[in-house]
Nanobody
Framework: QVQLVQSGGGSVQAGGSLRLSCKVN????????MGWFRQAPGNEREGVATLDSDGSTIYADSVKGRFTIYRDNGKNTLYLHINNLKPEDTAMYYCAADRGGGCPETFPVRAQIYEKYAYWGQGTQVTVSS
């Protein structure tokens, strides 16, 4: 049974840093595309970062230079390190694992997200105050 268990997140002031974790169980995640998504109230879920099996990464323009996605294979854990947090980063953050086929060059949107990514973490809240 595939499980993605998230931890981290919290409330920080603008300019601060956080690290989100996603422990992966029952899934050989090194062979698949892993991603981080976020959803703010009233907004659609959006992709922020992906990490492919070959180690290549893709970031949304709004987070480039501030977010870093990486994994620790020894711990079966995916991470998202966030620097220089902004109030507009406030959202529920989700990790996700794909069904196969590698990371797409662009982030899927709306229903495409769930067609591509089969497994999801429970979500963790990030709140940034100005």
């Amino acid at each position: 049974q595939v499980q993605l268990v998230q931890s981290g997140g919290g409330s920080v002031q603008a300019g601060g840093s956080l690290r989100l974790s996603c422990k992966v169980n029952g899934y050989y995640y090194r062979n698949y595309c892993m991603g981080w998504f976020r959803q703010a109230p009233g907004n659609e879920r959006e992709g922020v970062a992906t990490l492919d099996s070959d180690g290549s990464t893709i970031y949304a323009d709004s987070v480039k230079g501030r977010f870093t996605i990486y994994r620790d294979n020894g711990k079966n854990t995916l991470y998202l390190h966030i620097n220089n947090l902004k109030p507009e980063d406030t959202a529920m953050y989700y990790c996700a694992a794909d069904r196969g086929g590698g990371c797409p060059e662009t982030f899927p949107v709306r229903a495409q997200i769930y067609e591509k990514y089969a497994y999801w973490g429970q979500g963790t809240q990030v709140t940034v105050s100005s």
